[in-house]
């Protein structure tokens, strides 16, 4: 089946410095990742959206300016956090659109814990 | 507006009994897509079950099977013969349009549903 590979698993930086997750697609090729982010005991939020070569499209609310994400391939779409703050702590979790895999057409990356202090 | 409504946000069950977890939504589109997720505490998504907008039968797999009423717009999870590893957040969660859309999935607000011996 289709699996997506999410790293880091955790990650705890500084505040004001830069965090980089990466999502990788290992056995398809994924035209299109989504990005959410999740507050504890909350539900999903779609972060924005990101198609391979073009920009992403970010949902109302989300600062595109901070929330950096590149999809340059097929196989890897990275989010980059900027200027990380205390209330950007939070679960990051990519999905891949994957027509041919399991979960009819959507994969999940592990997710990434990320704690600012 | 909230397309997707759990309205329990926290669910008790005996090992061995069966539980129905709630699920609304709410959608315009003829073509859409209801997915159920369960999420363990360490926060990947696991697929559970799938029921496309046209399907006839209501989705099973294993001890869950999707209670689709269509017309009130309701997509239950019965989880049968509950286990104690059932114990997890569960989220709704539904694809508006043809399964080829490229749309996000839409998440519910979730239900945690504990299992007591």
């Known amino acids: 089946g289709a699996v997506v590979s999410q790293h880091p698993s955790r990650v705890i930086c500084k505040s004001g410095t830069s965090v980089k997750i990466e999502c990788r697609s290992l056995d398809f090729q994924a035209t299109t990742m989504f990005w959410y982010r999740q507050f504890p005991k909350q539900s999903l939020m779609l972060m924005a959206t990101?198609?391979?070569?073009?920009?992403?499209?970010?949902e109302q609310g989300v600062e595109k300016d901070k929330f950096l994400i590149n999809h340059a391939s097929l196989t890897l779409s990275t989010l980059t956090v900027t200027s990380a703050h205390p209330e950007d702590s939070s679960f990051y979790i990519c999905s891949a659109r994957a027509p041919e895999g399991g979960g009819y057409g959507y994969t999940f990356g592990s997710g990434t814990r990320l704690t600012v202090v | 507006a909230q397309k997707i409504t759990q309205t329990q946000p926290g669910m008790f069950v005996q090992e061995k009994e069966a539980v129905t977890l709630d699920c609304t939504y709410d959608t315009s589109d003829p073509s859409y897509g209801l997915f159920w997720y369960k999420q363990p505490s360490s926060g990947e998504m696991i697929f559970l079950i799938y029921q496309g907008s046209y399907d006839q039968q209501n989705a099973t797999e294993g001890r869950y099977s999707l209670n689709f009423q269509k017309a009130r717009k309701s997509a239950n999870l019965v989880i049968s013969a509950s286990q104690l590893g059932d114990s997890a957040m569960y989220f709704c969660?539904?694809?508006?349009?043809?399964?080829?859309?490229?749309?996000?999935?839409?998440f519910g607000k979730g239900t945690s549903l504990l299992v007591t011996p």
């Open positions: 969660a539904m694809r508006e349009g043809h399964s080829n859309s490229g749309y996000a999935l839409n």
């Open positions: 990101s198609n391979e070569g073009s920009k992403a499209t970010y």
